[in-house]
C-alpha cells in the first residue's frame, strides 16, 4: 500500500501527463468495447428478426439479397412470384402456412409491405414471439393500415390518422397515392426488428391502389372511386416473396429441392438461418477489421503511457536516487514504477467504462429509431471483463519497461551531475 500511495502522489505531480494518458486509454476502451457491443447486439438484432419460419421463397436471384429485401427491407426484388406459383407453393401437402409478402412502395422513408392477415398469425421474431398489438387490430377494410412502432413514434400517428403511401421508394416519394389514403387500424408493440420501421396494408390494397397505373404511371382519365375499388376482384397478379411454414421441418429440404427445380418460372428457396450466417461470413472481414482498429488504438494507448513513464525517467533519476538513499531498495524502485501503470492503466478502464455507459445511455434512442438496433445498458460481460482484463494485463507489461530500466541504475548515475 505504501507505494500504491507513492505512486499515486507521483502521479499527481505530473498530473496533466497523466490525465493525457488517462484519457488515451478511456478512449481506447470505449472504442473497443463500444465495437464490440454494437457488432454482438447487431448480431443478436438479426438473429432475432426471423424466427419459426421454415423457408422464405423468392425470385432466382442470390439467398443474401433475398433474406434481405424479404425481411430486413433492404433493397429490392430482380423480379416477383406470379400468384399462380404462390397458389401452388401453399397449397402442397406439407406446407401449413404460408405469409405472401408485395414490397414496392413507401410512405416518408418508410417501408410500405402487402400481406395478409397470416402475417399477424404466423410471424414470430426472437425466440418464437408473435406480433402483438399496442392499439387497435389487423386491417378489416380494404384501406385499413398496420404501424410499426418506429413508424407510429416518429411520425406521430395515432388510430384513426388518414396517411398517403408514395409509389416507389424514398423519404418522399416521387409520386403519391393522394386519392386512396389509408386510415391507421392498428399500432404493433415493439419489436426491436423491421417490423417496427413498416407500414402494413393488404395484398388487395396493393392492388387497388396500382388498379389505374400502367408501367409505373397512372393511365391518364381513369378514376376509380373507393367504392368500386371494393367491389373489384384485387387478387395479386404476382407478389415479392413468401414464408413458408412446414407441418413438418424433415420435408424442408425436399421441398426447397422442388421449388429450386420449379419449372414454370425461376425461383429460389432459402433456409433464413443459413442465409444469416452466410451473410455473417460475408461481413467477418469488417468485423476482422474494426477488430483491429479497436486494437490499434489500445495499442496505441499503452504506447503513449509507455512513453511517458520513459520519458520520466530520466526527468526523475534525481528522484530515484534519493529514495535509493533513504533506504529504498532496487525493489522498491522497480514497484514505484509497475504500480504506476497499474494505477494509469486501471483510471483509464474505468473513465473508458463511465464514458462507455454515458455514451450508450446518449446515443440508445438515436441508434434504435435511425438504425433499428437496440443497445442494452447492463452489466459488463464476460467477454468485455476478459477485454479490460487484458488491457490491464497489457498495462502492466508496458510498466514493466520503464521499471526495468529504473530497477537498473545505480545510486551513483542517479547522483551524477552531467556537464
Same mark, same amino acid.
Do not use: C
Given at each position: 500500500?505504501?507505494?500504491?500511495?507513492?505512486?499515486?502522489?507521483?502521479?499527481?505531480?505530473?498530473?496533466?501527463?497523466?490525465?493525457?494518458?488517462?484519457? @488515451?486509454?478511456?478512449?481506447?476502451?470505449?472504442?473497443?468495447?463500444?465495437?464490440?457491443?454494437?457488432?454482438?447486439?447487431?448480431?443478436? $438484432?438479426?438473429?432475432?428478426?426471423?424466427?419459426? @419460419?421454415?423457408?422464405?421463397?423468392?425470385? #432466382?436471384?442470390?439467398?443474401? *439479397?433475398?433474406?434481405?429485401?424479404?425481411?430486413?427491407?433492404?433493397?429490392?426484388?430482380?423480379?416477383?412470384?406470379?400468384?399462380?406459383?404462390? #397458389?401452388?407453393?401453399? *397449397?402442397?401437402?406439407?406446407?401449413?402456412?404460408?405469409?405472401?409478402?408485395?414490397?414496392?412502395? $413507401?410512405?416518408?422513408?418508410?417501408?410500405?409491405?402487402?400481406?395478409?392477415?397470416?402475417?399477424?398469425?404466423?410471424?414470430?421474431?426472437?425466440?418464437?414471439?408473435?406480433?402483438?398489438?399496442?392499439?387497435?387490430?389487423?386491417?378489416?377494410?380494404?384501406?385499413?393500415?398496420?404501424?410499426?412502432?418506429?413508424?407510429?413514434?416518429?411520425?406521430?400517428?395515432?388510430?384513426?390518422?388518414?396517411?398517403?403511401?408514395?409509389?416507389?421508394?424514398?423519404?418522399?416519394?416521387?409520386? *403519391?397515392?393522394?386519392?386512396?389514403?389509408?386510415?391507421?387500424?392498428?399500432?404493433?408493440?415493439? @419489436?426491436?426488428?423491421?417490423?417496427?420501421?413498416?407500414?402494413?396494408?393488404?395484398?388487395?390494397?396493393?392492388?387497388?391502389?396500382?388498379?389505374?397505373?400502367?408501367?409505373?404511371?397512372?393511365?391518364?382519365?381513369?378514376?376509380?372511386?373507393?367504392?368500386?375499388?371494393?367491389?373489384?376482384?384485387?387478387?395479386?397478379?404476382?407478389?415479392?416473396?413468401?414464408?413458408?411454414?412446414?407441418? $413438418? #421441418?424433415?420435408?424442408?429440404?425436399?421441398? *426447397?429441392?422442388?421449388?429450386?427445380?420449379?419449372?414454370?418460372?425461376?425461383?429460389?428457396?432459402?433456409?433464413?438461418?443459413?442465409?444469416?450466417?452466410?451473410?455473417?461470413?460475408?461481413?467477418? @472481414?469488417?468485423?476482422?477489421?474494426?477488430?483491429?482498429?479497436?486494437?490499434?488504438?489500445?495499442?496505441?494507448?499503452?504506447?503513449?503511457?509507455?512513453?511517458?513513464?520513459?520519458?520520466?525517467?530520466?526527468?526523475?533519476?534525481?528522484?530515484?536516487?534519493?529514495?535509493?538513499?533513504?533506504?529504498?531498495?532496487?525493489?522498491?524502485?522497480?514497484?514505484?514504477?509497475?504500480?504506476?501503470?497499474?494505477?494509469?492503466?486501471?483510471?483509464?478502464?474505468?473513465?473508458?467504462?463511465?464514458?462507455?455507459?454515458?455514451?450508450?445511455?446518449?446515443?440508445?434512442?438515436?441508434?434504435?429509431?435511425?438504425?433499428?438496433?437496440?443497445?442494452?445498458?447492463?452489466?459488463?460481460?464476460?467477454?468485455?471483463?476478459?477485454?479490460?482484463?487484458?488491457?490491464?494485463?497489457?498495462?502492466?507489461?508496458?510498466?514493466?519497461?520503464?521499471?526495468?530500466?529504473?530497477?537498473?541504475?545505480?545510486?551513483?548515475?542517479?547522483?551524477?551531475?552531467?556537464?
Amino acid at each position: 500500500m505504501p507505494i500504491l500511495y507513492l505512486s499515486v502522489k507521483s502521479l499527481l505531480n505530473r498530473r496533466a501527463t497523466a490525465l493525457l494518458t488517462v484519457f @488515451t486509454i478511456a478512449v481506447s476502451i470505449v472504442l473497443v468495447l463500444g465495437v464490440e457491443k454494437v457488432r454482438t447486439e447487431a448480431r443478436a $438484432s438479426f438473429t432475432n428478426t426471423i424466427s419459426g @419460419t421454415d423457408l422464405i421463397v423468392g425470385a #432466382r436471384s442470390g439467398a443474401i *439479397q433475398l433474406l434481405l429485401y424479404s425481411v430486413f427491407r433492404i433493397g429490392n426484388a430482380t423480379s416477383n412470384i406470379s400468384w399462380e406459383s404462390y #397458389r401452388e407453393i401453399a *397449397q402442397r401437402p406439407e406446407v401449413a402456412w404460408t405469409i405472401p409478402l408485395s414490397l414496392g412502395d $413507401s410512405h416518408r422513408g418508410f417501408r410500405v409491405l402487402g400481406t395478409s392477415a397470416d402475417y399477424f398469425r404466423h410471424y414470430r421474431f426472437g425466440n418464437k414471439r408473435q406480433l402483438a398489438f399496442e392499439a387497435g387490430g389487423p386491417f378489416a377494410d380494404l384501406f385499413d393500415a398496420v404501424l410499426g412502432a418506429e413508424v407510429a413514434e416518429t411520425l406521430g400517428y395515432r388510430l384513426g390518422a388518414s396517411i398517403v403511401v408514395d409509389h416507389g421508394l424514398g423519404a418522399g416519394g416521387f409520386t *403519391q397515392h393522394k386519392d386512396r389514403p389509408f386510415r391507421v387500424a392498428g399500432i404493433l408493440a415493439r @419489436t426491436g426488428t423491421p417490423v417496427d420501421r413498416t407500414v402494413h396494408v393488404s395484398l388487395e390494397a396493393i392492388e387497388a391502389i396500382h388498379v389505374d397505373w400502367q408501367g409505373g404511371t397512372r393511365t391518364p382519365g381513369m378514376a376509380i372511386g373507393p367504392d368500386e375499388l371494393r367491389r373489384m376482384d384485387l387478387r395479386p397478379r404476382a407478389i415479392t416473396a413468401v414464408m413458408v411454414g412446414l407441418k $413438418s #421441418r424433415l420435408a424442408a429440404f425436399a421441398l *426447397q429441392r422442388r421449388i429450386n427445380e420449379y419449372r414454370a418460372e425461376p425461383l429460389l428457396a432459402i433456409f433464413p438461418g443459413v442465409a444469416l450466417q452466410e451473410l455473417w461470413n460475408l461481413m467477418g @472481414t469488417a468485423e476482422a477489421a474494426l477488430a483491429v482498429v479497436s486494437a490499434v488504438v489500445v495499442v496505441t494507448g499503452l504506447l503513449g503511457m509507455l512513453t511517458m513513464l520513459l520519458a520520466g525517467i530520466n526527468e526523475r533519476r534525481r528522484e530515484m536516487a534519493i529514495l535509493r538513499s533513504v533506504g529504498a531498495r532496487p525493489l522498491h524502485v522497480f514497484s514505484l514504477l509497475v504500480a504506476e501503470a497499474v494505477v494509469l492503466t486501471g483510471l483509464g478502464v474505468l473513465l473508458g467504462l463511465a464514458l462507455l455507459y454515458l455514451l450508450l445511455l446518449v446515443a440508445q434512442p438515436v441508434v434504435e429509431t435511425r438504425f433499428g438496433l437496440f443497445l442494452p445498458i447492463g452489466l459488463p460481460t464476460a467477454r468485455d471483463l476478459a477485454i479490460v482484463g487484458a488491457v490491464m494485463v497489457a498495462g502492466i507489461v508496458a510498466g514493466l519497461v520503464p521499471a526495468v530500466r529504473a530497477y537498473r541504475q545505480s545510486l551513483a548515475d542517479g547522483m551524477m551531475v552531467r556537464i
